[in-house]
């Protein structure tokens, strides 16, 4: 039937070509942006799944940060107590030379002085042992923590390792001299008893700054993991993507052309009349 009031043939071909331009504009978007699933709109379950992972990754980018700082921390305290254990070394030369009963007064002396001078050096090092204004060694704090996961409820703890002189660890007395071959001798005891103890720390500190850094190198590996996810859900194939585009330029120009037909259908009526 040939009639001037309703194209359904036209009507058909406009949404044909309205269907084909929203495609179309959906794949010009994801050839764009590379993501197939931008916006909640394109799906939104993947794209609720796809932002909590991203928030895991940036929790796990301020996990890295914390043991950075821990790591830092920590190996400040090896450094400072490895210079503590030489002096310990130098100390105990010192004294255990002091303890020789042939020595002159004199020379126990200067002995005497050259002891007093590296003692109060390690006091030095285990109050400026701090970064970030803590201090692991000289007791102000009883220990540190970094953060573990992505959400804060787990951390990894260090305990401190106080290495002030006259503590439990560094036994030597902060005013330790000697005066005497005897003196010098009970030293160089509470020297050995003190290497001993400060042996101990050094290896819980390495301990603690090892498992930071296990643990560092799992958080990289996880986040690398949870970026890779999120791409294998919202990454768009930009590929197939491309022969998509082209398809549908295609098919927009072909429904144009179908639309010009339809519309030009009713002037056919005209053919009627004359």
Known sequence: MATINTNSGAMTALQNLNATNLELQKTQSRINSGLAVASAKDNGGVFAVAQKMRADVEGYQAVSQSIDLGMSTVDVSLAAGEAVSDLLVELKEKALAASDSSLDTASRSALNEDFKALRDQIGTIV???????????????????????????????????????????????????????????????????????????????????????????????????????????VDADLAAESAKLQSLQVKQQLGVQALSIANSAPSTALSFFR
């Open 127 to 233: 109050s400026n042992a701090d970064f970030n204004g803590t201090n692991l060694i000289n007791g102000t704090v009883s220990s540190i923590s970094a953060l573990a996961n992505s959400d804060g409820s787990n951390s990894i703890r260090i305990s401190d390792e106080n290495l002030s002189l006259g503590g439990a660890v560094v036994t030597l007395a902060a005013t330790a001299s000697f005066a005497s071959a005897g003196d010098a001798s009970t030293i160089v005891t509470t020297i050995e008893t003190s290497l001993d103890n400060l042996n101990q720390s050094l290896a819980r500190l390495g301990t603690g700054s090892k498992a930071l850094d296990v643990h560092k190198g799992f958080v990289g590996k996880l986040s690398d993991a949870l970026e890779k996810g999120i791409g294998n859900l």
